[in-house]
């Protein structure tokens, strides 16, 4: 331990201290969350290991599930929370300096509940660990994102080590090329689905650019919901500021957003392209988006953040929580939504119509693991938040 | 060292399904609708009962189009997914990380999960049975009874498959993709 402590400064610690925690409503209800979540990952892997992809209710129509969405969520907010830590130790902005340690470790352990899900989607991923070195692919956009996340975690880990040793100059090396290899890699994500010539909805440029967007968006909103845990709504002054300058450039990153969504539907109802038009159509037809993406996770946010002027923000908390869910329903539907027009549409069975729309709902043990990495997530942070100094950073 | 190629003649489709069976049989693909490595897509015909117009019904006998530029080889973090000598596009077991990808960028629905060996799974133009044997026709070709199905190399000016392309108008599907597919729709 002492030599571990000589790499990366610590709290002293014993088990014991790791499992108890002040026995406040809130804390008790996170504990049952967290256990709960865990033990439905748990069933969840165990399914998996049984029955194969055969636990899923993913076809050969919908190749791509829940589990899909959930990995790009958190690798989303991880991406995300990777900026917004940036923006004190890579770019000097001293409002936000006090946040860079909290936001980097909150970087750190989305990206590993997102490899968590990852892991039990991907059918072999030993195998592709061995062959992404022997055998690389380097025309496929997963290839990138999966290789650039693994140096970005890498980063990130060295950015963290030199930030919890107070060493400002090397975390803003390794900040820097932590948070240029993953926008790389987060934009190779958005690639992934842009690539795809034949899906008329989402190929081009405008996934691999809503993906940065939409992760700056999100790592605010998480910064919130970890700072109002952390402080139970009494913000110090020192973070005070820096909160109300992120919902500054929430309430603007929002507008922006809502301005690209409005010109992609736009420009993809124009002219009533078959398999693209039509897709929109029903896009604009489903609850997920209208309520999810749109109510949750853009206009209800930044209406409250707009009228009231960037000071409520204990009530930007809330909104936040509000806001991830939209996030959730954005990065689920846009893994449906690619996939929702069939390819094939004639019928290729007799008794049956040829396919209008391709369905897919989840099944109980994708959403086990899916919502389960929720429960990684959380009890990652909270050793990390027992481990570490994480408050300490206004250098 | 060949290019090989499909030429089909799909107006003389009956949708007796027997190439779907013998490439079943053949092949070893598993059991189960969604499990097919060849299809025939059908239309309804158009009308209403008593007045069906029974000539619109049409059938459209499909598989994995071959690409020269296949999206799914292009979009393989491994390279599972390849070319082999004769321009058939295969996969490679022992690479696959079953990621899904090529379904997604497949735009011809080609490819489907083989839950015993694990692995993306596509027609092969039987390069592992019927062309390893020897053989120079595919198992659909062979048990087709209306002779829909033509298939040979596409480099040799004197093959079946090079006259007919020479001599018949045709079409490939989703050609605008720019996937250059070489199966060929005799019109």
Redesign the interface.
């Known amino acids: 331990m002492n030599f571990i402590k000589k790499i990366i400064p610590m709290r002293d610690f014993t088990l014991k201290s790791l499992m108890t925690f002040e026995k406040t409503p809130l804390n008790i209800l996170m504990f049952i969350l967290t256990v709960g979540l865990l033990g439905a990952f748990g069933w969840g892997v165990v399914e998996y290991l049984m029955h194969?992809?055969?636990a899923y209710n993913?076809?050969?129509?919908h190749?791509?599930g829940l589990l899909i969405a959930m990995y790009i969520f958190f690798v989303v907010s991880s991406t995300g929370l990777c900026i917004v830590g940036s923006l004190g130790d890579v770019f000097g902005f001293k409002d936000y300096m006090a946040m860079s340690k909290r936001a980097i470790l909150g970087s750190i352990v989305t990206i590993l509940a997102g490899f968590a899900v990852i892991a039990f989607e991907?059918?072999?991923?030993i195998?592709?660990l061995i062959?992404?070195v022997l055998?690389?692919?380097l025309?496929?956009?997963?290839?990138w994102m999966?290789t650039l996340y693994g140096i970005y975690l890498t980063f990130m880990i060295i950015e963290f080590i030199f930030l919890m040793r107070n060493d400002m100059k090397n975390a803003r090396i390794f900040g820097l090329t932590g948070l240029l290899v993953g926008l790389a890699a987060h934009s190779n994500l958005g690639g992934?689905f842009g690539?795809?010539?034949?899906?008329t909805i989402s190929n081009g440029v405008f996934y691999p650019t809503y993906f940065i967007l939409t992760a700056f968006i999100t790592g605010i909103y998480l910064t919130y919901l970890m700072y109002g845990f952390r402080y139970k709504m009494n913000f110090p002054e020192e973070i005070k500021k820096g909160l109300i300058g992120l919902a500054k450039i929430q309430t603007l990153l929002l507008a922006i957003l809502m301005f690209f969504e409005t010109w992609k539907m736009m420009t993809g109802i124009y002219g009533g392209m078959p398999g693209r038009a039509d897709v929109v159509e029903h896009i604009l037809h489903s609850g997920g988006f209208v309520y999810g993406e749109v109510l949750c996770g853009m206009l209800i946010p930044f209406i409250i953040m707009l009228t009231t002027k960037w000071k409520s923000l204990n009530l930007y908390v809330y909104a936040s929580f509000i806001g991830m869910i939209g996030i959730f329903f954005m990065r689920y539907d846009l893994v449906h939504d690619?996939?929702v027009k069939?390819?094939?549409?004639?019928?290729?069975?007799e008794y049956q119509?040829?396919p209008k729309w391709i369905e897919y709902f989840p099944s109980a043990a994708e959403f086990a693991i899916g919502f389960g990495a929720i429960g990684i997530f959380f009890m990652l942070y909270y050793f990390g938040q027992k481990m570490f100094d994480l408050d300490g950073g206004d250098h | 060292m060949a290019r090989y190629g499909m030429a089909l003649d799909y107006k003389n489709c009956i949708n007796c399904k027997a190439c779907e069976v013998a490439c079943k049989e053949e092949n070893g693909v598993e059991l189960g609708a969604e499990k097919h490595r060849i299809w025939v897509g059908g239309n309804n015909p158009e009308g209403a009962w008593p007045l069906l117009d029974m000539a619109s019904a049409s059938f459209l006998p499909s598989q994995c189009q071959q690409c020269e530029d296949a999206p799914c080889e292009e979009v393989c973090p491994t390279h599972a997914t390849y070319y082999d000598e004769n321009g058939v596009v295969r996969v490679d077991a022992d690479k696959c990380i079953l990621c899904s990808y090529c379904m997604n960028a497949c735009p011809y629905d080609a490819r489907y999960v083989d839950e015993r060996t694990m692995t993306i799974d596509k027609c092969t133009f039987c390069s592992d049975t019927r062309l390893a044997r020897g053989e120079m026709t595919t198992a659909c070709q062979a048990t087709c009874p209306t002779k829909v199905r033509t298939f040979g190399d596409l480099d040799d000016p004197e093959s079946e498959i090079s006259e007919l392309l020479r001599t018949r108008d045709h079409f490939s599907l989703k050609a605008h993709l720019g996937t250059k597919p070489k199966l060929f729709y005799l019109t």
């Open positions: 194969s992809h055969e993913v076809t050969r129509q190749p791509w991907i059918g072999h991923p195998t592709m062959y992404n055998s690389p692919g025309t496929s956009a997963i290839w999966g992934v690539f795809l010539n034949a899906r690619t996939q069939p390819l094939q549409m004639m019928k290729i069975t119509l040829p």
